[in-house]
């Protein structure tokens, strides 16, 4: 059974820093294009980078620039690391994989705000 255990949010300032954490299970995570989602009060979720199976990356326009994914293969672990945080960055974060995605972790919330 595919699981997702997502950690690291929290509460930040604005301008501040987090590091997100996506432990798997059940698949590794080297072999598939993983993605880190978010999704706000009230709006759909969405992808806010993905990671392929060769390292290659892709970032959502509005976190270009700010937000880093990488992925630790012996760690089976996928990180999102997050600099200059904006109040409008506020959701929860999950990760999963970007084709057939599997069933969701619980998330973690991060909220920026001063």
């Known amino acids: 059974q595919v699981q997702f255990v997502e950690s690291g949010g929290g509460l930040v300032q604005p301008g501040g820093s987090l590091r997100l954490s996506c432990a798997a299970s059940?698949?590794?995570?080297?072999?598939?294009?993983m993605g880190w989602y978010r999704q706000a009060p009230g709006k759909q979720r969405d992808l806010v980078a993905q990671?392929?199976?060769?390292?290659?990356?892709r970032y959502a326009d509005f976190v270009k620039g700010r937000f880093t994914i990488s992925r630790d293969n012996a760690k089976n672990t996928v990180y999102l690391q997050m600099d200059g945080l904006k109040p409008e960055d506020t959701a929860v974060y999950y990760c999963?994989?970007?084709?057939?995605?599997?069933?969701w972790g619980q998330g973690t919330q991060v909220t920026v705000s001063s």
């Open positions: 999963n994989k970007l084709i057939s995605p599997s069933s």
């Open positions: 059940g698949i590794d995570v080297g072999f598939y294009t």
């Open positions: 990671i392929t199976s060769i390292g290659s990356t």
